[in-house]
């Protein structure tokens, strides 16, 4: 099992620890362990902003939210205690082949650099801090919950709790508080439309019965 390393802080821009990472191979493979110490939180973020894309159309493939809502209440739980999550030593200390990983590593900071320019720090209260950091880690698990709830056939059901996601993990690792407090809106609105869904079926329910 993975040592309980701490993690990292967000001071810097993920598109910069990845080339930290490229940097580090030298044409040696790198395991699962240290690429994730290496990245630390922003790795864990970036992980998590990812498996909130396919969440951003209307409709959903029903059953992938349950699996993916799941890795990211996983990931949050990490960011929230501060600590590399728990991976199974066979996985986390398998070799990954430098060969094939630096391509990816390379498109994936062309991509994070271009949109680097759209996120700074600032609303610092809502970024800083070991508390803020954990009350975000929570706000991560309570999207990634409303995302698992088997609703993926209902136009948005996953679309708005995908976008609370991707804001929190964006907001949180590149320090910037006004993409947290979108993610915290996208949070609301999501409670606020699923209320109404049941709102809704309960007065069909009452319909029929009457």
Same mark, same amino acid.
């Given at each position: 099992?993975? &040592?309980?390393?701490?993690? +990292? =802080?967000?001071? #810097?821009?993920?598109?910069?620890?990845?080339?930290? %990472?490229?940097?580090?191979?030298?044409?040696? =493979?790198?395991?699962?362990?240290?690429?994730?110490?290496?990245?630390?939180?922003?790795?864990?973020?970036?992980?998590?902003?990812?498996?909130?894309?396919?969440? *951003?159309?209307?409709?959903?493939?029903?059953?992938?939210?349950?699996?993916?809502?799941?890795?990211?209440?996983?990931? $949050?739980?990490?960011?929230?205690?501060?600590? *590399?999550?728990?991976?199974? &030593? #066979?996985? $986390? =200390? #398998?070799?990954?082949?430098?060969?094939?990983? *630096?391509?990816?590593?390379?498109?994936?900071?062309?991509?994070?650099?271009?949109?680097?320019?759209?996120?700074?720090? #600032?609303?610092?209260?809502?970024?800083?801090?070991?508390?803020?950091?954990? %009350?975000? +880690?929570?706000?991560?698990?309570? &999207?990634?919950?409303?995302?698992?709830?088997?609703? @993926?056939?209902?136009?948005?059901?996953?679309?708005?709790?995908?976008? $609370?996601?991707?804001?929190?993990?964006?907001?949180?690792?590149?320090? =910037? @508080?006004?993409? %947290? $407090?979108?993610?915290? %809106?996208?949070?609301?609105?999501?409670?606020?439309?699923? &209320?109404? *869904?049941?709102?809704?079926?309960? @007065?069909?329910?009452?319909?029929?019965? +009457?």
């Amino acid at each position: 099992m993975t &040592a309980a390393i701490e993690l +990292g =802080d967000t001071d #810097r821009k993920t598109s910069e620890l990845l080339e930290d %990472v490229i940097r580090s191979l030298h044409g040696q =493979d790198i395991t699962l362990r240290q690429l994730l110490a290496i990245m630390g939180e922003n790795g864990l973020l970036l992980v998590c902003g990812l498996l909130s894309l396919p969440f *951003l159309f209307p409709v959903s493939i029903p059953g992938v939210s349950t699996v993916f809502g799941a890795g990211i209440i996983l990931i $949050a739980v990490a960011v929230t205690l501060n600590r *590399l999550p728990w991976l199974p &030593a #066979r996985l $986390a =200390d #398998r070799p990954l082949d430098s060969a094939k990983l *630096l391509p990816v590593l390379e498109r994936g900071v062309k991509f994070l650099r271009r949109i680097d320019h759209f996120f700074k720090p #600032r609303l610092s209260a809502l970024t800083s801090g070991g508390l803020m950091n954990r %009350v975000n +880690g929570l706000a991560l698990i309570g &999207a990634g919950a409303l995302l698992m709830l088997p609703l @993926g056939l209902i136009p948005f059901s996953n679309t708005l709790p995908g976008l $609370a996601i991707l804001f929190l993990s964006t907001g949180i690792s590149q320090r =910037d @508080g006004l993409v %947290v $407090a979108a993610g915290y %809106v996208m949070i609301l609105l999501t409670i606020v439309y699923f &209320a109404a *869904l049941a709102l809704l079926a309960f @007065g069909a329910g009452q319909s029929l019965l +009457g």
